[in-house]
């Protein structure tokens, strides 16, 4: 049974999905279980849309899946639960670049993942970044960027961290369009990620929850 | 500072390369063209290339990722990653050619009568005597007052450097080509009165001899943009530009040799000479427009992406190294926005878009996909990221439109029916052929609506983890790798397609049109006039409308530029365009998102689909 809410939502089935949370809940299951199945669902999803069988239109199918889901369990969490996060990530999108579709699926899977994303949106200056992580005692930076241009934004704002004291409190990883190992060198970023599960996987690694 | 010799095999081209140089710099340098997607930065591996002998730098973290141990060892490299350690020999193959490819010319035909942004006087002036020691330019002009009533004030400077001279030879008889009351150039009395317009694109530059007293057009011919070395699309030149500003020289001086050689081979084929150009007209995308004029492109690429000038311009040939008549000018046709420039402008021109009294969309599909709507007298124009899957960028077994390529493409039951350009076997598949591709994958129920591959066809196999269509397979190409399209290709036209859609919608909306309201649709440019129009609509690219209700017409942005270079009265045209367009920013439109992801499924764009 717990198995069918994580493949119903896998493919995408919002009707039975929903059936299922309401069946579940009803039945009195604990809410935080339901809610873990749901992000296993996601999971999955997510690694379909990183094997590129699913799409953009998909994951975001996905997530009002999931945002229905979270309206009908919300009620039976204590607050507590509710916010139980395992670490702060600021993440936004450079300086000179608006292109957000891309972070937008990171920022959603790292969120059902458990984190708590500080999203500071689109041609973010670097002094931005920097004030976020201090306000926030963050200790993940996401960058993200699809201009060749946002090479030397991401470049910029890591030094940034640096010069104000920061750089050994955080890890940065970066991500977008045409980003690489290379480009990851360049920057002086701690690592690059293709996709928003490699940037799950990241955060995970960096905060030492599996 | 130690230099080395690089030889470039096949062509037998050899290049010196300085110490810390890569490769593909070298390459650049001598002329030899390596395709370049990325600009250099390590990101799309279509540098390829073999060092045969010689040393190089250890190979970089990409190269052992995009190389197996054996391929390195056989000397496979990214020409991007390489440098020499001492003198090398080097074979580029032909997939890491910027191969020539089919350029287009030709497009609708229209005419106007000439209006001449100058006049050509027959001028007959009597010789120098003791008695009458007059200068020459000053008798020229005396004669021109006398015979013509015309006040000149000025004479060009190189033109009177050749006065004497000329007037001597030609025995005081001659033709004077005024502009704007002063003496540009003069001819012999029989000599053409030429004019050339060039469509200055990303990609190619197409160029047109023209017969300035009828607007015929004697020759015309197109090459691939030698800029294209510093990357494909105009964001990777740009970045060279803010990078170093030595590249902004060489990449205007490659556009001006090329014009320069293009302008001297169509002379040739006419049997006129570069001289006999009286006026150029050139149009181009901002970008293209601001690197030929040397501008400064930083603030094109960054947020609000402003031109430095939208005006239209006129600048003395001579000042920008272009070999024509002395004291000629160049036109430049006004620009709209950052990305969205005089070539817009000319095609809206061509096409009498811009004064539709029905409900119009005019586009041209590149890279940068520029769409204009036209409703109830008003204009409104944005430009979408299209990227360059369309030109067979991005696409696994994607390639430009040349030789062997793909270009119309038909499944019929567990058969593929292809055509390839020139007819010979195929090696790769170009966007009319990609685009085809995917219209029948997704009308055959191989591909969802969501795009994803669906394994229910002898031809789709997983590859490397990935789903496939098999268009040709290893056996039908006697054993070389098979022609496929990915799943993760069909990812990328469903953005390329979304992001065209999402453009046209975008202009609908702000303007409360629907689809059905659109009466014709203009579709320009190269890719756009081979394409299927039926493939097009099929996947939901175009709105759904009855076919009679498209045109496609070829190159219009260098049809504009023709009746720019013979009448004045197209110029003013062309700046009223330009200052009537209502320019949309994508990226500030809050919608964006919502339309955008929806655009992504294939099929007639819907409001809601799920
Ligand atoms: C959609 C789009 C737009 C939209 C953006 C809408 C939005 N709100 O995001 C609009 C139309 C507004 C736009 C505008 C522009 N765009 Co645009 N755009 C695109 C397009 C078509 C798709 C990009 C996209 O969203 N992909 C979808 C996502 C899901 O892709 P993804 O890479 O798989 O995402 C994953 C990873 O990148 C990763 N990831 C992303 N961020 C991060 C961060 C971290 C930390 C990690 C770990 C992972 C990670 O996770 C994601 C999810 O798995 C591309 C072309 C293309 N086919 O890629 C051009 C493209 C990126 N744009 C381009 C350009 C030039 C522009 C413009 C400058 C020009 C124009 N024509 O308008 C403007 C200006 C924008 C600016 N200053 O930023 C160029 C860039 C070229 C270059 N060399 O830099 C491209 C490549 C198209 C092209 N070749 O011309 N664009
Ligand atoms: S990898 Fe793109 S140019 Fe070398």
Redesign the interface.
């Known amino acids: 049974m717990n198995k069918d809410l994580v493949s119903t939502i896998a493919d995408l089935n919002?009707q039975e999905a929903l059936k299922i949370v309401k069946d579940r809940l009803s039945a009195g299951e604990d809410p935080l279980k339901i809610m873990e199945d749901a992000r296993k669902g996601l999971e999955i999803v997510g690694e379909r849309f990183a094997?590129?069988?699913?799409?953009?239109?998909?994951l975001?199918?996905s997530g009002e899946i999931m945002k229905l889901i979270t309206e009908l369990v919300k009620p039976q969490l204590t607050r507590e639960e509710e916010t139980r996060k395992s670490g702060k990530i600021v993440f936004g999108t450079v300086r000179?670049d608006?292109h957000?579709?891309g972070k937008?699926i990171v920022t959603f899977m790292l969120d059902v993942n458990g984190f708590e994303v500080i999203d500071l949106g689109v041609?973010v200056p670097e002094q931005k970044f920097v004030d976020k992580i201090k306000e926030s005692g963050a200790s993940i930076v996401g960058l993200s960027g699809f201009?060749?241009?946002a090479?030397?934004s991401m470049k910029q704002t890591i030094r940034a961290i640096e010069d104000a004291g920061l750089r050994d409190s955080v890890k940065v990883m970066i991500g977008g369009g045409?980003?690489?190992?290379?480009?990851r060198?360049y920057t002086g970023a701690d690592a690059y990620g293709k996709d928003a599960m490699a940037g799950v996987t990241l955060a995970k690694k960096w905060t030492g929850v599996n | 500072m130690s230099e080395f010799t690089i030889n470039f095999e096949p062509l037998g081209l050899r290049g010196k390369c300085k110490n810390n140089e890569s490769l593909l710099e070298c390459a650049r340098r001598s002329g030899v063209g390596i395709n370049s997607i990325c600009g250099g930065t390590g990101a799309c591996h279509a540098c390829r290339v073999q060092v045969l002998s010689g040393t190089v730098s250890r190979p970089s973290t990409v190269e052992y990722k995009v190389f197996t141990s054996k391929e390195l060892k056989e000397g496979w490299r990214l020409a991007c990653q390489t440098y020499p350690i001492s003198d090398c020999k080097i074979t580029v193959p032909a997939d890491s050619m910027t191969t020539s490819q089919r350029l287009q010319v030709e497009g609708l035909e229209k005419k106007v009568s000439p209006e001449l942004p100058f006049q050509v006087y027959h001028v007959k002036i009597a010789p120098p005597s003791l008695e009458t020691p007059v200068a020459d330019a000053d008798r020229l002009i005396q004669a021109l007052n006398n015979q013509h009533r015309l006040r000149c004030t000025s004479v060009d400077i190189d033109t009177l450097r050749d006065i004497p001279g000329q007037l001597r030879s030609w025995n005081w008889e001659s033709q004077v080509v005024v502009r704007n009351k002063e003496v540009v150039t003069i001819l012999y009395q029989k000599s053409r009165q030429l004019g050339l317009a060039i469509d200055l694109g990303t990609t190619k530059i197409a160029a047109y001899l023209i017969d300035m007293n009828s607007g015929q057009t004697l020759a015309a011919r197109g090459i691939m943009n030698p800029q294209i070395n510093y990357g494909e699309d105009i964001i990777s030149r740009i970045n060279k530009v803010i990078k170093s500003s030595e590249a902004a020289v060489v990449m205007q001086r490659l556009t001006l040799d090329a014009i320069n050689e293009l302008s001297a081979d169509l002379c040739a084929a006419a049997g006129a000479r570069p001289e006999e150009i009286l006026e150029t007209v050139v149009v181009g995308n901002t970008a293209m427009h601001h690197l030929f004029l040397r501008l400064p492109v930083k603030q094109l690429a960054f947020s609000p992406f402003v031109p430095a000038v939208s005006l239209a311009l006129e600048v003395r040939a001579r000042d920008l190294g272009l070999n024509i008549a002395p004291g000629a000018y160049v036109y430049l046709m006004p620009n709209i926005a950052g990305f969205v420039g005089a070539d817009h402008v000319s095609m809206l021109l061509a096409t009498d878009a811009w004064k539709a009294k029905e409900t119009t969309i005019a586009l041209d599909i590149g890279t940068n996909t520029e769409v204009s709507l036209i409703y109830g007298g008003k204009i409104t124009t944005t430009s979408c990221a299209s990227g360059p899957a369309f030109e067979g960028g991005h696409i696994k077994h994607g390639m430009r439109a040349a030789a062997g390529a793909i270009e119309r493409l038909r499944i019929d039951g567990d058969k593929v029916q292809y055509q390839t350009i020139n007819g010979g076997p195929p090696v790769g598949i170009c966007g009319s052929g990609i685009l085809d591709a995917l219209a029948q994958l997704y009308q055959a129920n191989i591909i969802d609506n969501s795009g994803r591959i669906i394994d229910s066809h002898p031809r789709v196999r997983v590859h490397k983890g990935q789903r496939e269509f098999v268009l040709v397979s290893e056996e039908e190409r006697n054993g070389k790798p098979a022609i496929t399209i990915t799943q993760h290709d069909v990812r990328e036209l469903q953005l390329a397609k979304a992001a065209i859609r999402t453009g046209i919608q975008i202009l609908l909306d702000i303007s409360l049109c629907s689809e059905d309201d659109i009466k014709q649709v203009i579709i320009a440019g190269a890719f756009g006039s081979y394409i299927n129009i039926d493939s097009a609509v099929a996947i939901g690219m175009m709105p759904s409308l009855p076919l009679n209700r498209f045109q496609q017409v070829g190159n219009a942005a260098g049809m504009g530029a023709r009746l720019a270079l013979i009448s004045t009265r197209s110029r003013a045209k062309a700046q009223a365009i330009a200052s009537r367009v209502k320019y949309v920013e994508l990226a500030s439109s809050p919608e964006f998102n919502k339309v955008f992801v929806q655009a992504n499924y294939l099929g007639p764009y819907q409001i809601t689909n799920k």
Do not use: A, M
């Open positions: 919002e094997s590129s069988e699913y799409f953009i239109p998909d975001v199918y000179g608006i957000d579709i937008n041609d201009l060749t241009l090479f030397d045409q980003i690489s190992e290379e480009i060198k």
